[in-house]
């Protein structure tokens, strides 16, 4: 599975929907931006998203509404409410509504992009689980090709490591199929059934991998308001694929 993923910012500010391109665009990460709800659903019926960025307050539309609406349009769509100071109670209704989280202007950037990169995971362990479930039983949905004796010495190794509980660590150059071991090895393992969850270790930002990766508790540093679990602990039961680690 493609660990790249896309965000739909919607906010009619100028400013904020020029910082947020600017400051969430990665490699991994897609974003697009709308100034308004009819924008948002122009850019929805051309594109997929995971994640949804909402200011609660839009020239054309209210905010909880135009939620409800996209999540509608994309069921495994996760939406991050942006409210100003007073509003508590719409972020709160907001949540009721299925929102994943909210944040108040103004607001922490290294806060935001933390909630959008677990927005997305819920997203992807959703659509992995129903990946799993599809394929229960069934040929494993990747497989190594060729019967060359390096081929069968990958495949020797995958069999070999994967009813075991210990770390591996998977060698090669880039597009040599690193991915599609890790995924042999978990639809070969007594962990088949559980998430297979992807992080690529390039987008992480360097002063705050620690914490995507581990987790924090509230108050360990400037924008931690609340207590994280980490990647490690979304893939808890599963196997976790640390990608570009170099």
């Avoid at 020029?18 to 709800?37: G, N, Y």
């Avoid at 939620?67 to 109670?89: F, K, P, S």
């Avoid at 081929?151 to 770390?167: F, H």
Wanted: proline share 4%; hydrophobic share 40%.
């Amino acid at each position: 599975m493609n660990s790249a993923y896309s965000v739909l910012v919607v906010d009619d500010e100028p400013s904020i929907g020029k910082l947020l391109l600017k400051e969430l665009t990665t490699p991994a990460r897609a974003v697009h931006v709308a100034a308004s709800a009819r924008e948002a659903r122009e850019l929805l019926a051309k594109n997929e998203y995971e994640v949804a960025v909402l200011d609660i307050r839009l020239p054309d539309a209210n905010g909880l509404d135009l939620m409800v609406e996209l999540r509608q349009r994309q069921e495994d769509l996760e939406t991050i409410l942006i409210t100003g100071h007073g509003a508590i109670d719409t972020a709160v209704e907001a949540m009721k509504l299925g929102a994943f989280d909210y944040v108040t202007k103004p607001f922490n950037l290294a806060e935001l992009e933390l909630l959008i990169e677990r927005a997305y995971q819920r997203t992807y362990l959703r659509r992995e689980n129903r990946r799993l479930r599809h394929f229960q039983g069934q040929t494993p949905p990747v497989q190594l090709v060729g019967n060359s004796p390096a081929i069968k010495q990958v495949r020797y190794l995958i069999e070999k490591v994967a009813p075991t509980e210990v770390p591996v660590l998977i060698t090669g150059e880039s597009g040599a199929g690193k991915e599609v071991a890790a995924h042999l090895i978990q639809t070969l393992s007594k962990r088949a059934d559980k998430p297979f969850f992807i992080k690529n270790c390039a987008t992480l930002q360097k002063e705050l991998a620690r914490s995507e990766l581990f987790g924090h508790l509230r108050g360990s540093f400037t924008g931690a308001v609340e207590n994280s679990e980490g990647f490690m602990a979304f893939a808890n039961k599963g196997t976790l694929f640390l990608d570009e680690i170099g």
